[in-house]
């Protein structure tokens, strides 16, 4: 069984509202603008750390981490990309892919909304943890948690961290 912590979207910005929330969490995963190699090194120092590169990544970030990160975690096979899409609309950058070999979960960031679904089609989960970061429109800035117990998820939270306005 393992606890996962969940974000994207940090564009560079710090919170140590991370380290509080993720503190019962054995990973942490980011799915792109992560913004900074500081706050990767941060997130990483704290606990095992697996991230993707975003479209607002630099240089640095992308010598660190793919455009997509697919990997076991438990029984589960996870698919991490920053721009993905959703059930119904997935990024044509990622589409064959999914339909190919769809994973059991799929992790995207990008459109800092906040989106949890299930693809009945490619039975998979759909998660994009919204914005966790200052930077972008979105009014609430978000990140997740969730247990994966061999191949089943357990007991997802959606936390809000406060507003886009407000640290």
């Given at each position: 069984m393992k606890r996962i912590g969940i974000l994207s979207d940090t564009h560079s910005y710090w919170d140590e509202k991370y380290l509080h929330y993720f503190e019962p969490c054995d990973e942490i995963?980011?799915?792109g603008d992560i913004g900074s190699v500081e706050v990767a090194e941060k997130l990483a120092?704290?606990?095992p750390f697996r991230a993707v590169c975003g479209n607002c990544d630099g240089g640095d970030l992308r010598l660190m981490y793919r455009d997509i990160n697919r990997f076991k975690c438990e029984d589960v096979d996870v698919l991490i990309k920053h721009i993905g899409g959703y059930p119904g609309n997935y990024d044509s950058s990622v589409r064959s892919?999914?339909?190919a070999s769809p994973p059991q979960l799929f992790i995207t960031g990008h459109s800092h909304i906040l989106r949890v679904k299930y693809d009945k089609t490619l039975g998979l989960l759909h998660v994009n943890p919204g914005a966790a970061g200052m930077q972008g429109w979105h009014?609430?800035?978000t990140i997740v948690r969730l247990t994966i117990d061999g191949r089943d998820?357990?007991?997802m939270e959606v936390i809000t961290l406060g507003d886009n306005k407000t640290k």
């Open positions: 995963w980011h799915a120092a704290f606990r892919m999914l339909y009014k609430d800035r998820f357990k007991d």
